[in-house]
């Protein structure tokens, strides 16, 4: 039976206290005693919840990509088909025993940020100039030299986007957080 791997974004702050293995640690308990182990795959104590961190030359590229930008991780799970019959355990902040939802309560409870929709990263968009399309392709660098401020706006966002539940809110944060990122980075180069 085959499966996939999901993942909950986190970002040490200066309040961050505890070593990466030591976050792993205390994730790896509350995850064992959840409800999520309903379809993970268990691979033994050390493992079945995995830590992937900025910095590990172990990983594979694209796995580096996920945590490109510094003082970032991503802690991991591997789960079967059949966790889309419960996709609200694993992929819903309206449920206070998903995935999700203990993953945002221990990073509160750690002094981390937490990113709903991972790390910022890269977006198109289309324009019309003249009459004709043109597509702007923008690539947030995890060595920006405004980077943390670029952070802080996407966590920012991706917390009130938690508490939006309208599409048109959710959009128009999106659209504020794109902007702000924008200048930012444009900063950067004048």
């Given at each position: 039976?085959?499966?996939?791997?999901?993942?909950?974004?986190?970002?040490?702050?200066?309040?961050?206290?505890?070593?990466?293995?030591?976050?792993?640690?205390?994730?790896?308990?509350?995850?064992?005693?959840?409800?999520?182990?309903?379809?993970?795959?268990?691979?033994?104590?050390?493992?079945?919840?995995?830590?992937?961190?900025?910095?590990?030359?172990?990983?594979?590229?694209?796995?580096?990509?996920?945590?490109?930008?510094?003082?970032?991780?991503?802690?991991?799970?591997?789960?079967?088909?059949?966790?889309?019959?419960?996709?609200?355990?694993?992929?819903?902040?309206?449920?206070?025993?998903?995935?999700?939802?203990?993953?945002?309560?221990?990073?509160?409870d750690n002094a981390l940020m937490y990113f709903p929709d991972g790390?910022?990263?890269?977006?198109?968009?289309?324009?019309?100039?003249?009459?004709?399309?043109?597509?702007?392709?923008f690539i947030v660098k995890p060595d920006d030299k405004n980077i943390?401020?670029?952070?802080?706006?996407?966590y920012r966002y991706g917390i009130m986007k938690l508490q939006a539940?309208?599409?048109?809110?959710?959009?128009?944060?999106?659209?504020?957080?794109?902007?702000?990122?924008?200048?930012?980075?444009?900063?950067?180069?004048?």
């Open positions: 039976m085959s499966g996939e791997g999901l993942s909950v974004s986190f970002r040490r702050t200066q309040e961050t206290t505890k070593s990466n293995s030591e976050l792993l640690e205390e994730f790896q308990k509350i995850i064992y005693s959840s409800r999520v182990m309903k379809h993970m795959k268990w691979y033994g104590k050390d493992y079945s919840v995995y830590l992937e961190e900025h910095g590990d030359e172990e990983l594979t590229s694209w796995q580096r990509d996920g945590v490109a930008i510094k003082d970032t991780f991503q802690l991991c799970i591997s789960v079967y088909e059949s966790w889309g019959e419960d996709s609200d355990l694993y992929e819903s902040h309206e449920r206070e025993d998903s995935f999700v939802s203990l993953a945002r309560k221990f990073a509160n790390f910022p990263s890269e977006w198109i968009e289309q324009e019309i100039i003249n009459e004709k399309k043109h597509w702007n392709h943390d401020e670029i952070c802080n706006v996407y539940f309208d599409e048109k809110v959710e959009s128009q944060l999106w659209q504020d957080a794109k902007t702000e990122i924008k200048r930012l980075m444009e900063h950067e180069h004048r």
